[in-house]
């Protein structure tokens, strides 16, 4: 049973360009989530898609975009790149129906290095 | 505010010995609490989470996490430390599916 995976696993762009990253979540998850952790500090929540609507918004400005396709996998854009963007893109599945009890699941994650 | 709050930046323990890692919350509605270890260069590895019931929870690698509700906090402790335990771990509060909220983060080091 394949994980939460990421792709790609590092890259590097410069200061203005714009970047996309993807995710395709465990078997069985609906529900994809994004978040950027900086270094040295705790992930931080970008937006969270499920049934390809964005569903909750981090405090993250509106170069940060995203999609989820009909197989639940999802993108990450992130548009006119600054340099502290540079960070570990977490993408993180889940089961995202009734149940709150739902664990998010962690991918190992992208990083992302803006010269 | 929502807010998790891991007040010990850096952590050193010789192999062999307890640990106990520090975890405060604030969170309006009943949390739902986690804690994650990250590897250099790695994801998030879940090791135990505590939705209800009883407050002591054990997780993988020997781990394990008590839910203290009078005192918001909710500590991670091993018995006795290995040294593929060092890493950082990371405690998060959230409502279910939607987003959780981390903690800056503990990195352990382990003496041999």
């Known amino acids: 049973d394949a994980g939460v995976t990421q792709s790609p696993t590092h890259l590097i762009k410069t200061r203005g360009q714009q970047v996309t990253l993807r995710c395709s979540p465990k078997?069985?998850?609906?529900?994809v989530s994004w978040y950027q952790q900086a270094l040295g500090q705790g992930p931080q929540f970008i937006f969270q898609?499920?049934?390809?609507?964005?569903?909750q918004r981090g405090n993250f400005p509106d170069r940060f975009s995203g999609h989820q396709f009909p197989n639940y996998s999802s993108e990450l854009n992130v548009n006119a790149l600054l340099l502290g963007d540079s960070a570990l893109y977490l993408c993180?599945?889940?089961?995202?129906?009734?149940?709150?009890?739902?664990?998010?699941?962690f991918g190992p994650g992208t990083r992302l290095l803006v010269l | 505010a929502q807010s998790v709050t891991q007040p010990d930046i850096h952590i050193t323990v010789s192999e062999g010995a307890s640990l106990e890692l520090r975890c405060n919350y604030s969170?309006?509605?009943?949390?739902?609490l986690f804690w994650y270890v990250q590897s250099p260069g790695q994801g998030l590895q879940l090791l135990l989470k505590?939705?209800?019931?009883?407050?002591l929870v054990q997780g993988i690698k020997g781990f394990e996490a008590e839910f203290k509700r009078s005192q918001s906090s909710f500590n991670l402790r091993k018995p006795s430390v290995h040294w593929s335990d060092a890493a950082e771990y990371f405690c998060?509060?959230?409502?279910?599916?939607?987003?959780?909220?981390f903690g800056t983060g503990t990195r352990l080091k382990v003496l041999a």
């Open positions: 505590y939705f209800s019931g009883d407050t």
């Open positions: 969170y309006g509605a009943t949390p739902y």
């Open positions: 998060a509060v959230g409502g279910g599916t939607y987003k959780y909220i």
């Open positions: 078997s069985g998850h609906d529900t």
């Open positions: 898609y499920y049934e390809e609507e964005e569903r």
């Open positions: 993180a599945s889940s089961f995202g129906r009734v149940l709150a009890q739902e664990t998010q699941y």
